[in-house]
C-alpha cells in the first residue's frame, strides 16, 4: 500500500472512531439533564433573588415553543450583563431526556434548562394555579422575586423586551 493511501486510511479510521465515540458522549449528557420538582424550581428562582427572571416551561413537541425559544435566548443574551436570568424547564416526559438533548444540541441556549420531574397535574397546579397546561408558561420575577407576570402562550422578543426593561431598570 502507498504510503498516501495509508495515510487516507488512517485518517479515515480516526475519523470513524471519532464520531462513534462522540455517540455515547452525547447520550452520556442527556443524564446530565437535572430533573426538577415545583419547589425545586421555586428554590431555583428564590436563588436568583436580585435578578430579573424569566421562568420558561416548554416542550420539544410544542410548536409555538420552537417558535418562542430563539427569542428566549436572545433576550439571555441581550440582557444577561444587566441582570437577566432564564431559567428553562422542559415539560418533556423524563424518559425523553436524549430528544431534549438533541434539541438542546441544535439550540445552544445559553442558560441552564431542567426537565419536569413529572407531567402530571399536580405538577402544574404545584407551580402554579393558574397554570392549565398550556405550554409555553412563562412567569417573570422582578429583582425582589416578586412574580410580576404569567403568560400561558408564546411570547415575542419584543413582547418579552417590554416586560422585562423597566424591570432591569429598577434597582
Known amino acids: 500500500m502507498k504510503t498516501w493511501h495509508k495515510r487516507f486510511y488512517l485518517l479515515v479510521l480516526a475519523a470513524v472512531f ?46 409555538p415553543c420552537h417558535t418562542e425559544f430563539p427569542d428566549i435566548i436572545k433576550l439571555q443574551n441581550t440582557y444577561k450583563g444587566r441582570g437577566l436570568q432564564v431559567i428553562e424547564v422542559s415539560m418533556n416526559d423524563v424518559t425523553d431526556k436524549d430528544e431534549l438533548q438533541k434539541y438542546l444540541s441544535e439550540t445552544k441556549p445559553p442558560f441552564t434548562v431542567y426537565i419536569a420531574a413529572n407531567t402530571e397535574d399536580q ?31 408564546a411570547r415575542t422578543y419584543d413582547q418579552f423586551d417590554k416586560d422585562v426593561t423597566p424591570l432591569l431598570a429598577a434597582k
Do not use: H
Not at 132 to 137: F, G, I, V
Not at 139 to 144: A, H, L, P, V, Y
Open 18 to 63: 471519532a464520531v462513534g465515540a462522540a455517540g455515547p458522549a452525547v447520550r452520556a449528557q442527556s443524564s446530565d439533564i437535572k430533573s426538577v420538582e415545583p419547589k425545586d424550581i421555586k428554590d431555583i428562582v428564590a436563588q436568583n433573588k436580585g435578578k430579573v427572571v424569566v421562568l420558561n416551561f416548554f416542550a420539544t413537541w410544542c410548536v
Open 123 to 153: 405538577f402544574y397546579k404545584d407551580m402554579d394555579s393558574r397554570w392549565d397546561t398550556a405550554l409555553p408558561m412563562t412567569m417573570i420575577f422582578d429583582r425582589t422575586g416578586k412574580n410580576v407576570a404569567f403568560y400561558k402562550e
